[in-house]
């Protein structure tokens, strides 16, 4: 994946992502097989999947919080387990979550795989706007700045706080937050500057050329056809019916 | 004959917050010329810095770069003429490679992407970072983030470089790299730094400032051999200018003598030498001529 021209890999993402949402919202079974994308795509990229599934996990309550509501509002029957009746809200939470985690799962290992300059660079050649990529450019740039900003405060902090309560406090920890949010703004102030003294208009430009081979055709092709199939195929029913006999 | 590199006129500038950071800065800097701004913490340097790449606007006077007035909408064309090396080099590199962050000032400058790529190689090969290319700059050690920094504005061609604190925090060895490189330069530069004897390795022309404003300015070495002058305005005389019994003087501050307590060029007048002095004089420095 890493070899990929990053507008194949952006293509690639984004039909994946497209066809994930357009699942029926009681088809939770049926995106089973669209695990294999995320999954396969990982392992050519080299991301281990313990690495993967720990950044699920900062997404996972954002997909719990989508959802919650649902078992509530839609409460009618929808299918029964043995000697259980599951309810049609519990579907679509289940599905909702489903295709939170794939969706997320696939760009995960789309920012592992491609660097987010050339992500960027990609969406530009894709013809996304300006301000939607240098958004997501400026963003990526903002939160390095930011995490390298607060590993030192914590550094700093560990050395002259030891491991005592006091310095590990609320009161300590909402000081660190203000001070580390007004030095990453004058860092990124400061790195704006050196953007615009070496002429930046709003538009991160790269150098050399992006190459499309016929490797990023079939990877694309391969995704989409793989992502229709299993969205317009009973892929679930066939597996099912092979494996039961 | 031509208008100077850089020309500024009665330029007064004040912080938001009161604070009077330059008052009546007067100065031109030639074509090809190379000028040392000195001066203790808080005198204004880099305030001046900031000034001449359009970041601030002067309150009083005028900021002129290569004929063109610095103001809101000459800004771009001042910028591509005058590069300015950041204190921090952590700022000045933010691209995910070395290649992408060198390239990234031609390319604004709508440099064929072709030439870019010879531009690049040829300037990382300049300050001797041509192998690491395609490493992430974070990762570099502090002396190549440094030359990464100079590399990524001299990728510009810009007439006139300005570097603000080049050798700051650098080992000895990173640091005569860094003057080497600001040595071999074209062009106009203005090298703002507190390292003396790095100023009087790359400039000819020093200008002292304190308190926002001008109080020396003149050949780097009479500028920098003035003691009196730099112990005035908070800076130390080089140690390369200063004679043997300084030298005595200095070694024995160091060492806690009671006898070095007479200021410098105080036993030098009297005809004696500190108690302390079995350092015996420095050996004459060798000097990179720019």
Redesign the interface.
């Known amino acids: 994946m890493r070899a990929l021209d990053p507008r194949a890999a952006v293509l690639a993402a984004g039909a994946y992502v497209v066809c994930v949402a357009s699942f029926p919202k009681y088809s939770v079974a049926a995106l089973a097989p669209m695990a294999a994308v995320p999954i396969v795509a990982a392992a050519l990229s080299g991301m281990p999947l313990r690495l993967l599934f720990r950044r699920l996990a900062l997404g996972a309550p954002f997909a719990v919080l989508v959802g919650i509501a649902n078992p509530f509002l839609d409460a009618r029957p929808y299918a029964v387990a043995p000697g259980v009746e599951i309810a049609a809200g519990w579907i679509s939470f289940a599905t909702i979550a489903a295709k939170f985690l794939l969706s997320v799962s696939v760009l995960v290992v789309l920012v592992h795989a491609v660097?987010?300059?050339g992500i960027c660079r990609a969406l530009r050649a894709l013809r996304a706007p300006l301000v939607l990529v240098a958004q997501i450019d400026l963003l990526h740039?903002y939160l390095r700045v930011l995490a390298?900003e607060g590993a030192a405060m914590r550094r700093a902090r560990e050395l002259r706080g030891g491991g005592s309560r006091r310095a590990r406090g609320g009161s300590v920890a909402a000081a660190m937050l203000a001070v580390l949010l007004r030095r990453t703004l004058q860092?990124g102030e400061?790195?704006h500057?050196?953007?615009?003294?070496?002429?930046?208009?709003g538009e991160?430009?790269?150098?050399?050329?992006m190459r499309w081979r016929p490797v990023d055709t079939a990877a694309t092709v391969g995704v989409a056809a793989f992502c229709a199939a299993a969205r317009f195929l009973p892929v679930v029913e066939w597996v099912g019916g092979t494996a039961l006999g | 004959m031509g208008s100077p590199a850089i020309r500024l006129s009665g330029v007064s500038f004040s912080y938001p917050d009161g604070v009077e950071a330059l008052r009546d800065v007067g100065f031109d800097v030639a074509e090809g010329e190379s000028v040392g701004i000195v001066g203790p913490n808080g005198a204004g340097k880099s305030t001046l810095t900031l000034l001449l790449a359009g970041f601030l606007p002067p309150r009083d006077g005028i900021v002129e770069v290569a004929g063109i007035r610095v103001g809101r909408s000459t800004v771009r064309e001042v910028r591509r003429r005058l590069g300015l090396v950041f204190e921090d080099p952590e700022d000045q590199l933010f691209m995910g490679t070395l290649y992408d962050d060198v390239a990234f000032g031609p390319m604004n400058m709508g440099v064929a992407p072709d030439r870019v790529d010879e531009i690049v190689r040829g300037t990382l090969a300049m300050v001797g970072l041509d192998t690491l290319a395609d490493r992430f700059p974070g990762h570099l050690s502090s002396g190549q983030k440094r030359a990464a920094a100079i590399a990524a504005v001299i990728a510009m061609r810009p007439a006139i470089v300005v570097f603000d604190e080049p050798t700051a925090g650098l080992d000895p060895r990173s640091r005569r790299r860094v003057i080497e490189i600001i040595g071999a330069l074209g062009g106009s530069r203005i090298v703002v730094s507190h390292d003396l004897e790095a100023v009087l390795d790359c400039c000819r022309r020093v200008i002292l400032l304190d308190g926002g404003r001008i109080v020396a300015d003149g050949p780097a070495e009479d500028v920098l051999s003035d003691g009196a002058l730099l112990d005035a305005h908070g800076l130390e005389k080089p140690h390369s200018l200063m004679s043997a019994s300084e030298h005595r003087h200095v070694h024995a501050m160091r060492l806690g003598c009671a006898d070095a307590g007479a200021p410098h060029g105080g036993r030098e007048a009297a005809g004696d030498a500190c108690a302390c002095s079995e350092a015996g004089p420095m050996p004459a420095r060798r000097r990179a001529t720019p």
């Open positions: 660097p987010v300059q740039r390298a860092r400061r790195v500057r050196a953007m615009l003294a070496r002429g930046f208009d991160i430009r790269l150098a050399g050329r």
